[in-house]
């Protein structure tokens, strides 16, 4: 860290607060993994920040350290962690609720677990009709819901001394809605919010609350917080990050890693049919079919910004996608998944692909939560404000921050994401092209 570039980026020194808005499956396994990482040595596998290396210079150089030893991250030692849920009391209920770990792993660290208790929610069952919420803020106008979510940030910060805090959204997926009149600017935003304009929902509150408070934010759901341009207008004028949307896990992990596969060999596809089974809170929510809404918009990007149809019509021009998501109960959190997938090469002669991808949703979620959170608060003290389209890596619907589609492979994600940690660190990008 001797160059000068690096010295721009102020020291990770003192405490970093993760907040999250919701504290169900995903949040609970992500407290419980960082905790077992501090005081059990449990590495925490699939966190990029915190096992990936990155080689810098030329292959000869042999340089090539971990990403948490070359870029000033906050140590796992120095996290504190804060949530709002109008359910979970506290994180060990939610652990207990969640089932996604075995109840050894969860006594092994239940006293921290318990540590966490949530803050009551900004919530409005009209935004998730399957929850029943009674840990509430009893405010009937959003103003003073936004008020008294900064207030929240601002006393977490002071009773845990906190140096730096962060927001990811972690709660329920809302209601599919689209952008309207009150998300074009903060002043029409800021006049809906005094009006109980129904077009705001509760992740925008917290959103515009955490902005407010100079809280960079990450949206790990599909529904709309960040990715409106009252949000990024008040993100610039703070100077604060944002990044959005929808934790890149499960079956859409698997379609950004074999689709660019496909497109680079020039096969043609000619369908794709992908079918979940899930017995979580977060399948019960997505039952509904305005929420189920939202998750389908945002899975079904991906395939056309990989394929890019109109420069290849002969393979991709004509593509049946359709994702479907149905509540099973007796699954829980270990959600399966399958995809179909047809395919044609020489001559256009047909073939197939089955997948069937038996994975733990909350296990592929957490190391995003933890790294969005650590590169998140990188970027507020490199001084970066605005999207952060650097970690579209970990989103299914990367937010971008003008009208230029966003890139899904996953591959060239990885390699945007460190070659933004290169440049920030005054080392020269990656191209593979010579040495
Ligand atoms: N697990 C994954 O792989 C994955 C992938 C992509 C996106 N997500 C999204 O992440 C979110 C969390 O997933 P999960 O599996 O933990 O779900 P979950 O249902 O277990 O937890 C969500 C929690 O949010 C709470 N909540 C709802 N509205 C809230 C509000 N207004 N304020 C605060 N809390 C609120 C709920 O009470 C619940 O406890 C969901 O939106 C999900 O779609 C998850």
């Given amino acids: 860290m001797e160059n000068h570039k690096a010295a721009n980026i102020r020291p990770a020194q003192g405490k970093l607060g993760i907040l999250t808005p919701g504290l169900g499956a995903v949040v609970s396994t992500f407290i419980a993994g960082v905790i077992a990482a501090r005081s059990q040595g449990k590495e925490p596998i699939g966190s990029i920040s915190q096992m990936a290396n990155i080689r810098l210079g030329d292959r000869s150089e042999g340089r090539n350290p971990r990403i948490k030893d070359f870029v000033p991250l906050a140590d796992l030692n120095d996290i504190v962690f804060g949530a709002w849920d109008p359910i979970s009391p506290n994180a060990l209920e939610a652990a207990k609720t969640a089932r996604v770990l075995n109840p050894q792993d969860i006594d092994s660290v239940a006293a921290e677990l318990e ?79 005094k009006e109980n304009d129904s077009n705001i929902s509760p992740s925008q509150i917290y959103a515009y609350a955490a902005i407010k408070s100079g809280v960079p934010f990450a949206n790990g759901a599909p529904n709309l917080s960040v990715d409106l341009p009252c949000m990024q207008e008040l993100a610039e004028a703070n100077d604060v990050a944002i990044a959005g949307k929808d934790f890149k896990t499960g079956q859409t992990l698997m379609k950004t890693m074999i689709a660019p596969g496909l497109k680079a060999r020039m096969l043609g596809l000619r369908g794709w049919y992908s079918t979940n089974i899930l017995g979580n809170r977060d399948g019960e929510v997505l039952d509904s079919p305005e929420n189920f809404k939202t998750k389908e918009s945002s899975k079904l990007g991906v395939l056309d910004t990989i394929l890019q149809p109109d420069a290849y019509p002969d393979l991709y021009s004509n593509i049946d996608h359709v994702v479907r998501i149905n509540y099973y109960p007796p699954r829980g959190d270990n959600k399966e998944g399958w995809d179909a997938i047809d395919i044609f090469g020489w001559m256009g002669y047909e073939m197939q692909i089955k997948i069937d991808f038996l994975c733990r949703d909350s296990i592929l979620a957490a190391p995003i939560v933890l790294d969005l959170a650590l590169f998140m608060d990188l970027a507020q003290r490199a001084g970066q404000s605005g999207v952060q389209e650097w970690l579209s890596f970990y989103f299914k619907a990367p937010q971008t921050s003008n009208e230029l589609a966003p890139e899904h492979d996953i591959f060239i994600q990885l390699i945007k994401l460190k070659n933004t940690l290169r440049e920030w660190m005054g080392e020269a990008p990656v191209t593979h092209s010579e040495a």
Avoid: P
């Fill in 115 to 193: 540590s966490v208790v949530a803050m009551e929610a900004v919530f409005d069952q009209q935004w998730v009709k399957r929850l029943d919420g009674v840990r509430v803020k009893e405010l009937s106008s959003m103003w003073d819901q936004a008020q008294a979510l900064v207030d929240d940030i601002a006393n977490f910060s002071q009773d845990n001394g906190c140096d730096r805090m962060v927001m990811v959204w972690c709660g329920s997926t809302e209601a599919y809605q689209e952008a309207s009149e009150v998300h074009m600017s903060v002043a029409a935003f800021e006049a809906g919010l």
